[in-house]
């Protein structure tokens, strides 16, 4: 239900406020729908420091980082995964002509290209840098890779990206913060 609205009306104040609101409820249902590509105007780059932020009583507050980090990784990897049956069932053309598929060809042709040259290990690569996040998840379902297979690939990258995110985000933010 959070997830929907956040989709439908969609901005990152009302993210940051469902957080504060919903807690680890609204997090998940965030992290879905940013891990099913959904949720561009508020990424996981954003979401989980202001998670930690908001759910933390501090940054040494490793206890609830790590749920932060265990519910945004599974809401992610659920996210990813419903993306990636997508692909797999639907097709190329299928995706290209939804209004909500966000990635043009050339840019589709791009990550195929990734995919089909380092194969399944660029699934948790991806999921584990900034800007190509989640981005081989469509040519992933393509190649009809297992479903297994991607789902752990998928949760792997996911948890070094967000883990990363929830100790180092609050940080910087913070930094950026002291310096305006």
Do not use: C, H
Not at 22 to 43: H, T
Not at 84 to 96: M, Q, S, W
Not at 146 to 164: N, Y
């Amino acid at each position: 239900m959070v997830g929907v609205g956040l989709f439908f009306i969609g901005n990152q104040e009302l993210a940051e406020a469902w957080l504060n609101q919903y807690g680890l409820l609204a997090l998940f249902f965030i992290m879905i729908l940013e891990g099913a590509m959904l949720l561009y105007f508020a990424p996981s780059e954003t979401v989980v420091p202001v998670a930690v932020a908001a759910l933390a009583d501090s940054p040494s507050d490793y206890a609830t980082i790590a749920v932060i980090v265990a519910v945004s990784v599974v809401g992610a990897t659920i996210g990813q995964y419903a993306l990636f049956l997508l692909a797999k069932r639907g097709g190329r053309e299928y995706l290209l002509e939804k209004r909500w598929f966000r990635i043009d060809e050339s840019q589709l042709d791009r990550f195929d290209g990734w995919f089909d040259r380092w194969g399944p290990v660029a699934v948790p690569v991806s999921n584990a840098l900034l800007f190509t996040r989640g981005m081989l998840t469509v040519p992933a379902g393509f190649a009809e890779m297992d479903d297994r297979k991607f789902v752990v690939l998928s949760a792997l990258g996911t948890l070094v990206f967000e883990t990363a995110l929830a100790l180092v985000g609050p940080r910087i933010f913070r930094a950026a913060l002291e310096l305006l």
